[in-house]
């Protein structure tokens, strides 16, 4: 349990993004970013994209007072997980509002772009973090929301303590979990999986520093939350809909059509899962690399099938 905690808990950073998932932005891998600087900015938002699997943030800054405003671009984690890391949602900002961003820069000076790790919204003074990390340290609220009405408490444990309490109360025994519901924890699931993914490629990226024992215990991670993943897609959480208004924070983006070929669906998961497995059990690292190249290969492949972009 612990372990899994660890690892779902850990900083999301941004990953080699799945290809078909995300055409908006180039996204950078994590050790792109230079963690030795913080930078402070405020400016007007021009657009958030509240988008799996990376929210964007636009916003028209100058870094100096002598300097022209100019679009910066602030990179984060998914909208889930900015959901549960405190108090998101796609409407805390909207175009023109002031905000203030602490970011890390990228190494490449002259871009303006940076990974987030906190959002000030200036007119009411609210504070957004986007480091997942942060909550683990005391004194800071924490933010597990999922949605009203109960709002989970610091830990897994104690979430798992309220959904049982929960499911408990007088009233709420049910033969089925609310679709609704099921949706949330395949989504925190995932989640979880692409946290511990980019852990993995921050390793191993050319400034990265591989501990392998670290490493192939997010593969393990992965392995198993790969094995539950798709047991959480009865036929009532088939909701994706044309056109339909949807928040990437809660609802599904899972592509109908995988209802109607599941064994291609389920045996994806499983060869996935089985390959991050074998990672995590690789006696060196020139063994590890080229089995999580291939994992993310799978990643990329499944979600080319199952999940659509918007
Ligand atoms: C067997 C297919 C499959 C595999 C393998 C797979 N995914 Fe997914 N992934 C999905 C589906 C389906 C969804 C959409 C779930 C939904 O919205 O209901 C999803 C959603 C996501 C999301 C968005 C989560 C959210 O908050 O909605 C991320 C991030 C993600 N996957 C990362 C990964 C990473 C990283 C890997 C590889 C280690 C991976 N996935 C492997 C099928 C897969």
Known sequence: MRRFMKSIGAFAVLAVVAGGISQAVAHHSASMFDFSK???????????RWVNPHVTITLNASANPDEAPAEWLMETTSPGNLTRVGGWRRDVIKPGDEIEVTFHPLREADKKQGLLREMKVLSTGEVYPANIRDQEKPGLEYGWRVRSPFRLSRSLTGAIAAAITLAAAPGFAVDQPA???????RKILMGAIDMNMDEIETMLAPEGKLVLTDAEEHAETIS???MAFPHLFPPATNQWKEGADRDPATDTFANPALWSNFADFYRRATEASKIAWD???AKRPDEFRPMIKELRQR?????????KTE
């Open 38 to 48: 913080k930078q402070t900015l405020k400016g007007k938002v021009v657009e958030m």
């Open 179 to 185: 679709p609704r519901d099921t949706i949330f924890a």
């Open 224 to 226: 198993t939350m790969l």
């Open 279 to 281: 990672a995590s059990r």
């Open 299 to 307: 990643c990329n492949a499944c979600h080319a099938l199952n999940l």
